[in-house]
């Protein structure tokens, strides 16, 4: 059974930094391409911020360009995501997901397999 975990969310002053992680069971990152979205309050559409191919490539919103970074460990099977200079607009629940995939991986893709989330607030 495939099973997502986010943690590293909470409240921060605008230009400060979090680094968000998802740890996976049921399957291994090397043959996945992982990704973040994020929903932001109230009922916003669910937007991509970042994936990461299963070979290593990465795609970025350009809304988070130059600010965010993604990576992943696949000894841990661990996925992360540097926040920095965040602003209050990346307020959101941000989630990771997941899709098979041994090629293309983008932060627009569909996805298949979803963690539950971890809130972000960033306070001006």
């Known amino acids: 059974q495939v099973q997502l975990a986010e943690s590293g969310g909470g409240s921060v002053q605008a230009g400060g930094s979090l680094r968000l992680s998802c740890t996976a069971s049921?399957?291994?990152?090397?043959?996945?391409?992982m990704g973040w979205f994020r929903r932001a309050p109230p009922g916003k559409e669910r937007e991509g911020v970042a994936?990461?191919?299963?070979?290593?490539?990465?795609s970025y919103a350009d809304s988070v360009k130059g600010r965010f970074t993604i990576s992943k460990d696949n000894t841990k099977n661990t996925l992360y995501l540097q926040m920095n200079s965040l602003k209050p607009e990346d307020t959101a629940m941000y989630y990771c997901?997941?899709?098979?995939?041994?090629?293309?991986?983008?932060?627009?893709?569909?996805?298949?397999?979803w963690g539950k989330g971890t809130l972000v607030t960033i306070s001006s």
């Open positions: 997901a997941a899709v098979r995939s041994y090629g293309a991986c983008a932060y627009y893709y569909a996805m298949e397999y």
């Open positions: 049921g399957f291994t990152y090397s043959t996945y391409c």
């Open positions: 994936a990461i191919a299963s070979a290593g490539s990465t």
